[in-house]
């Protein structure tokens, strides 16, 4: 059974830093290609990151280039996305999510507030 196990939200001041984990539990996914949604409330969950299989290419939402990375490490069948500068609007649950499987995390709450 896949499984997609998130870490590392939390709440942090405007400006600050988090870097969320999600490890893939049951499956390889070395060869699959992940991506990082979130979702505000009251609004639709949006793409955020994403990263090839083997990591060498990586495309970002707009609201977020220059301050979100993402990167994995596929010995640890692990994806991670780290964010710097956070901004109040950065405030939703993330999500990882195994492109082209029904596979998704169970998300993690990041609240960015004073």
């Known amino acids: 059974q896949v499984q997609l196990v998130e870490s590392g939200g939390g709440l942090v001041q405007p400006g600050g830093s988090l870097r969320l984990s999600c490890a893939a539990e049951g499956f390889a996914t070395s060869s699959i290609p992940m991506s990082w949604y979130r979702q505000a409330p009251g609004k639709e969950r949006e793409l955020v990151a994403a990263i090839t299989s083997g990591g060498g290419s990586t495309n970002y939402a707009d609201s977020v280039k220059g301050r979100f990375t993402i990167s994995r490490d596929n010995g640890k069948n692990t994806v991670y996305l780290q964010m710097n500068n956070l901004k109040p609007e950065d405030t939703a649950v993330y999500y990882c999510?195994?492109?082209?499987?029904?596979?998704w995390g169970q998300g993690t709450q990041v609240t960015v507030s004073s």
């Open positions: 999510h195994l492109d082209y499987t029904p596979h």
